[in-house]
Nanobody
Framework: QAPLVESGGGSVQTGGSLKLSCVFA????????LGWYRKAPGKEREFIAS???????EYAVVVRGRFDISRDSSKNMLYLQMNSLKTEDTAVYYC?????????????????WGQGTQVTVSS
């Protein structure tokens, strides 16, 4: 089993919604957090959202108020609900897992990545 596998990507028109899912290996429940990143053509990979083991959520400014990250640790699932999608949200979205909690000295950092799922938003 791959450690992080995304699904739920697809094509949608502006203003539409998509929900991404990521099934992760059980041991990531003992890591500092989980998150979503994305990479658009010609751009660097960028942080989108994260959820730490204590439930703290953080969002990039560009998606705040439109996207919601959640997790179900009992099912080893991570989700990203994306609403009010814009053409600039078009990218490959990656599920990410943080470092093992015992290795984190300051803040959670992401060290494990899925293969990505394509999201395309058209006008």
């Amino acid at each position: 089993q791959a450690p992080l596998v995304e699904s739920g990507g697809g094509s949608v028109q502006t203003g539409g919604s998509l929900k991404l899912s990521c099934v992760f290996a059980e041991h990531f429940n003992d890591h500092c957090g989980l998150g979503w990143y994305r990479k658009a053509p010609g751009k660097e990979r960028e942080f989108i959202a994260s959820i730490l083991t204590d439930g703290t959520k953080e969002y990039a400014v560009v998606v705040r108020g439109r996207f919601d990250i959640s997790r179900d640790s009992s099912k080893n699932m991570l989700y990203l609900q994306m609403n009010s999608l814009k053409t600039e949200d078009t990218a490959v979205y990656y599920c990410a897992a943080g470092a093992p909690t015992e290795l984190v000295t300051t803040s959670c950092y992401f060290a494990f990545w899925g293969q990505g799922t394509q999201v395309t938003v058209s006008s």
